[in-house]
């Protein structure tokens, strides 16, 4: 997969030094976004209880099933201390991350953090069989990125103070909202860290603030 992006690890270390990101623990593959966010040189933190969600300056949703994910936030009284987290806090939200974060769901409907201006409907690519690996034009820097998609969400809407970063076949991939960023691809799963960054430079604007 693509490489030509991927920054040294020294160089992102002393850019990022002292940060501290969260990944959301409870289901999917949330190994792989540690493993990212640590290659970039901050410090990760596997986040299972709501009490751990305060000493962190970001945190990622991860992708895997979001009704599971939901069932285990509303019996551990973790919902509300996500939702207001997000509603404050950059957040980065992979696949069924996204379903999470959004304000409408559909396909079935469901509930959902609702910070997100978007509309976002599940399993809108079919199965996992269905999965794919397109390299797709973007607003980054770098050229085209290459993206994979599982079982991925399709954000049908977006409110106007999202800003659209990439599409396929014109529907929103990665979409920005202050500092929320989404994507409805697995970017964990390459070595082109240029999503990671992006939402790192969100981390460093807000402790600017």
């Known amino acids: ?26 289901q999917g593959d949330y190994a792989a976004h540690a493993r990212a966010f640590s290659n970039s040189g901050v410090r990760t933190v596997l986040v299972r209880k ?17 009704t599971t994910m939901l069932k285990f936030l509303e019996q551990h009284e973790f919902f509300d201390a996500l939702k207001n987290f997000a509603s404050t ?8 991350g996204v379903i999470l974060l959004a304000r409408e769901v559909l396909n079935p409907t469901q509930r959902s953090l609702g910070v997100l201006d978007a509309t ?3 399993n809108a690519y079919g199965r996992q069989i269905d999965s794919a690996i397109l390299t797709l034009p973007t607003k980054l820097p770098g050229g085209p990125l290459e993206m994979v998609f599982i079982r991925s969400p399709r954000i049908t809407r977006v409110g106007p103070s999202v800003e659209v970063l990439a599409r396929r076949d014109n529907f929103p991939t990665l979409v920005r909202q202050h500092y929320l960023l989404a994507a409805t691809f697995h970017p964990e799963m390459t070595s082109d860290s ?12 807000r402790r600017k603030r």
Do not use: K
């Open 50 to 66: 709501p009490e751990e969600l305060a000493c962190l300056d970001g945190l990622v949703l991860p992708g895997g099933e979001s």
């Open 89 to 96: 806090t950059p957040t980065f939200a992979t696949c069924a």
């Open 120 to 122: 976002v409907e599940r």
């Open 1 to 26: 997969m693509a490489s030509a992006t991927t920054r040294p690890a020294q160089q992102s270390a002393a850019n990022s030094h002292s940060i501290a990101i969260g990944v959301l623990a409870l």
């Open 194 to 205: 240029r999503v990671q960054d992006l939402f790192l430079e969100m981390v460093r604007a």
